[in-house]
Nanobody, 129 residues
Framework: QVQLVESGGGSVQAGGSLRLSCAAS????????MGWFRQAPGKEREGVAS????????AYAGDVKGRFIISRDNAKSTLYLEMNSLKPEDTAMYYC??????????????????????WGQGTQVTVHS
């Protein structure tokens, strides 16, 4: 069992930046995929960024590539999402999630298989124009 707690969301003006954090606790595994997902009202949950434990490889959704950076601090068991040049369309609830059965390809299927992941409670990001 893994517990995930997100923080760092808030309200910013377009063009601003935020840094989300996800603190993990509980069982540890050597192989996992961690990801950031978001869900806007009336829309499906979608993958934003992922990172794979074995080689640190990262992947991003097309509309955030070049603006968002996913990283992890293994010593602190914390996942981060640095979000820059924020746009109003980035407004959503952002979730951290981890799964141990597959690689990170599961972060990019549509729709997201929610039951395949362990989720945090989410943190709201609102970007004003």
């Amino acid at each position: 069992q893994v517990q995930l707690v997100e923080s760092g969301g808030g309200s910013v003006q377009a063009g601003g930046s935020l840094r989300l954090s996800c603190a993990a606790s509980g069982d540890t595994y050597s192989r996992y995929c961690m990801g950031w997902f978001r869900q806007a009202p009336g829309k499906e949950r979608e993958g934003v960024a992922s990172i794979y434990s074995r080689d640190g490889s990262t992947a991003y959704a097309g509309d955030v590539k070049g603006r968002f950076i996913i990283s992890r601090d293994n010593a602190k068991s914390t996942l981060y999402l640095e979000m820059n040049s924020l746009k109003p369309e980035d407004t959503a609830m952002y979730y951290c999630a981890v799964q141990f059965a597959f690689g990170c390809e599961m972060a990019w299927v549509s729709p997201i298989v929610v039951s395949a992941w362990n989720w945090g409670q989410g943190t709201q990001v609102t970007v004003h124009s």
